[in-house]
């Protein structure tokens, strides 16, 4: 990320912030380059092959529907018209580009050329899409990067403020005293830079958004997906509290939560579906 870590800087016999120590940021480096190698590696979610929606009272059994199927199938020894059965289909779209159907919340992304389940944005600091399978791990990229460069900071400080007080009596190299500057101004700005995107996704969490979404969860009167702030956070970090915050799935919130996944998504039962629809 640029910074320059304390246990990674040495000089000679000088000592100071270059000198090789026990790293007490080991844990947030080691955990910032495994979350990092899962948010790169990680498929963010792509659409199965002639995807179907799955019906919301079919979940459970596994039983999928076309949309000609869930038409003839509702409309078949009822008064309802075929009209009045398709505002209850599941809200599905349908991809041009991909010439596929789309479940809800997924999008086309222009410079992966594919659609990405439940996309919030394509990432070019880890050339990948961000999506429903690989959410978790960029947020623990990003927070596990915040702490490291905080920590750098933190210890630098003391060295960029007394390097000030030896450059007046020319008592240190301008070598060194570039570096420490410069490893100071980087981390900081790191920091100060990764706080305003901690705030912005923390706010997406707790509304159960993504990036893409916010504009259209505007224009809403109520956020359809919004299932409050303690469901919403499980969707994306799961139920394990011990997992939380390492880059990694129980076997069980794999299995049991379906927004994991980025084909199903719960909804609030206060909103209707049909209404929800523009």
Partial sequence: MGQVPQGLLFTGSGGGPWALTNRSDLDPLIFLTWSYFMVVFN?????????????????????????????????RGSTRSPSEVMERRPDVGFCS?????KPPRCHHCSVCQRCVLKMDHHCIWVVNCVGACNYKFFLLFLIYTFLETTLDTVTLLPH?????????????????LAITVLAFVINLAFALSLICFLVMHASLISSNT????????????????????????????????????????????????SALS?????????????????
């Fill in 43 to 75: 498929d963010p979610g792509s659409v199965p092959e002639n995807w179907e929606p799955m019906l919301e009272e079919n979940l459970e059994t596994g039983d999928s529907l076309s949309l000609p199927e869930y038409v003839g199938t509702e409309t």
């Fill in 97 to 101: 580009r991909c010439q596929n159907s």
């Fill in 160 to 176: 960029f403020i007394k390097f000030f007080g030896e450059a007046k009596t020319h008592s240190i190299s301008p070598g060194n």
């Fill in 210 to 257: 993504t990036s893409i979404e916010v504009h259209e969860k505007n224009r809403a009167v109520r956020w359809k997906y919004d299932l409050g702030r303690k469901k919403n956070f499980e969707q994306v970090f799961g139920t394990n509290k011990a997992l939380w915050f390492v880059p990694m799935f129980s076997k069980e919130d794999i299995a049991n939560i």
């Fill in 262 to 278: 980025g084909l199903h998504f719960p909804t609030r039962s206060d909103i209707e579906t049909g209404s929800s629809r523009s």
